[in-house]
């Protein structure tokens, strides 16, 4: 329930915000707006403003839409014509169904506005691990080496990495990385080699991918934390007990003892833990649980990571002034992403098994929300742009249909027939039809 809220509440923002863009551009032509819906179906809410336009809220809030007096709907009277929106000229008509991708492209731009005022906090993309028989390992990546840049685009911090990596998905060649040692200004390259480069990978990762993870500082081994009704919690362990033995087995990292409790759920293990510099033994029985199809094991208790080195962070604050440039260039970058990624899926470069539908976009947004305001904020902002991207495909029933017939109008001088129309409703249907059911599928098959 609480990911169908978060789900709800990112849609409804976003819908509202992309049907305020048509309305508000409307009303500035001169069309009359019978009715502003978040929601389809029944009306649960509705309220009429001075000029006639009834303002709901309705039962199925999967969308919604703006609906102006227009002569193909209904009968329009003579005094009312030049009210109607297929009385306008084909520029007004563009402005309108441009208006509400343009609302969420504004919108995008002032949250990544508000988080850039707010200070951005990254790690440099130093290696940590690179995995054997990788493609990091063939191009001689190594631990401890920081990534300058990757195909000539300077990556400061590790999310730069990712967005750079991504680029590349479903390519063939070579990944040119440019890499330093930590206390050296000596640059190397390293030429990594990829074909079709996780192309047929339904949810890419592109540093498992390339074989390597990010340095993290090692956690102290000691529990910090506790979880209620946990078998730590049961078998007597408390905040402050450092695990020191496990089946007489010496534990001189936190990372072993996990690994230990990991493998053995439901069977009962000897620990041995100093506290207070005294050595306490106690018996535990660790509870499984299930993560992505296997069964592991879980005693219930945290430590705490080391601090991460002061020289490895990366802290930027900017003015008023100083946010709008990088809200813009987030803004732009995102939407050249997501123009990138269509492309290749369109040409098969990646596989339409990352499609995602509602079930994806409330996973994402429930576990955004759980991450913090300011987390599932970023992804609104990221999911509006693809809002905005997607309407504006020349496809008929989306705001780029709309915009293509109406610029074919204003080239010929004269609208386009009804019956070619028809054919483009029907193809534009049964194509969002197919990309609905191969999205909705793939949902399926991610729970």
């Known amino acids: ?13 976003l819908v509202a915000i992309h049907e305020f863009g048509h309305f508000y551009v409307a009303r500035l032509c001169g069309v009359k707006v019978l009715r502003f819906s978040i929601g389809f179906g029944p009306r649960l809410l509705s309220w009429t403003d001075k000029k006639g336009t009834e303002f709901a809220l309705s039962a199925i809030p999967l969308g919604g839409y703006v609906k102006m007096l227009d002569e193909r709907e209904v009968e329009v009277s003579i005094t009312e014509r030049d009210l109607s929106y297929n009385g306008k000229p084909a520029w007004q008509r563009i402005a309108i169904a441009m208006a509400g991708p343009l609302a969420n492209f504004i919108l995008a731009f002032f949250v990544y506005w508000a988080i850039f005022l707010r200070g951005t906090l990254d790690y440099s993309p130093v290696i940590g691990e690179v995995f054997d028989d990788s493609i990091a390992e063939l191009g001689a990546l190594e631990v401890g080496q920081e990534i300058i840049s990757i195909d000539s685009v300077d990556t400061p911090t590790r999310r730069t990495v990712a967005e750079a990596l991504i680029h590349r ?17 000596l640059t190397y390259e390293a030429m990594v080699p990829i074909d079709n480069w996780l192309a047929n990978d339904g949810e890419p990762d592109p540093l498992s991918g390339l074989g390597i993870s990010f340095y993290y500082p090692s956690v102290i081994n000691k529990i910090i934390g506790v979880v209620p ?9 408390m905040p402050g007990d450092i695990p020191a033995e496990v089946d007489g087995i010496a534990i001189t990292s936190w990372a072993q003892w996990v690994d230990y409790v990991r493998v053995r759920p439901e069977q009962e293990i000897q620990l041995t833990v100093l506290r207070d510099s005294k050595k306490v033994v106690v ?30 962070v990366r802290r930027r604050s900017y003015s008023v002034l100083g946010a709008i440039p990088a809200a813009i260039h987030e803004t732009y970058s995102t939407s050249a992403f997501v123009l990138t990624s269509l492309k290749k899926l369109l040409v098969g470069e990646i596989s339409t098994k990352s499609l995602s539908g509602p079930i994806g976009i409330a996973k994402v947004a429930a576990s955004q929300a759980e991450r ?34 109406c610029l074919i109008e204003w080239i010929k001088g004269e609208p386009v027939s009804e019956k070619t129309q028809m054919i483009g409703l029907r193809l534009g249907m049964m194509l969002l039809l197919c990309v609905t059911a191969v999205a909705f599928y793939n949902d399926i098959l991610r729970l």
């Open 1 to 13: 329930m609480i990911t169908v809220l978060w789900f709800l509440i990112a849609i409804s923002i």
């Open 169 to 185: 998905l479903g390519e063939s060649g070579e990944i040119r990385f440019v890499v330093k040692y930590p206390n050296s200004s």
């Open 229 to 237: 009704l946990s078998p730590g919690e049961k078998a007597g362990l």
């Open 283 to 312: 018996s535990l029985v660790p509870e499984k649980i299930e993560i992505e199809g296997k069964s592991i094991g879980r005693v219930g208790v945290s430590a705490q990571p080391e601090a991460m080195p002061a020289d490895m």
């Open 372 to 405: 913090g305001l300011w987390a599932f904020i970023s992804f609104l902002a990221h999911l509006s742009v693809v809002l905005g991207i997607f309407n504006l495909l020349p496809v008929p029933m989306l705001d780029g249909g709309h915009i293509l017939y």
